[in-house]
Nanobody, 123 residues
Framework: VQLQASGGGTVQAGDSLRLSCAAS????????MGWFRQAPGKEREFVAS????????YYADSAKGRFTISRDNAKNMVNLEMNSLKPEDTAVYYC?????????????????WGQGTQVTVSS
């Protein structure tokens, strides 16, 4: 599967952004999906994930209550709605797909990655 992330930009603290990830292929619903981010000088970290049908979601503590992950299997899309953005949310955001059977926050369990989209939050 090929992934294409979009929707990043430069916003002010407190603003919102919606990231989207378009997936190719006809087996999108067989992957659980995740969003990760990588700030300059830091390791790539888990943000959120969603199960195959979208019935369950998981979030990093930093994202709970502010970010919402969703998917539309009919459109091969996964989205990340980000509200109340903070300067520490500044990073390149990546969507990822996993063929695994257990949803995980571990980036090495994800098989496919998009190219990333930059999110910059100014104070």
């Amino acid at each position: 599967v090929q992934l294409q992330a979009s929707g990043g930009g430069t916003v002010q603290a407190g603003d919102s952004l919606r990231l989207s990830c378009a997936a190719s292929g006809r087996t999108f619903s067989s992957y659980y999906m995740g969003w990760f981010r990588q700030a300059p000088g830091k390791e790539r970290e888990f943000v959120a994930s969603i199960t195959w049908s979208g019935g369950r979601t998981y979030y990093a503590d930093s994202a709970k209550g502010r970010f919402t992950i969703s998917r539309d299997n009919a459109k091969n899309m996964v989205n990340l709605e980000m509200n109340s953005l903070k300067p520490e949310d500044t990073a390149v955001y990546y969507c990822a797909a996993s063929r695994g059977t257990i949803v995980t926050m571990l980036r090495n369990q994800y098989d496919y990655w998009g190219q990333g989209t930059q999110v910059t939050v100014s104070s």
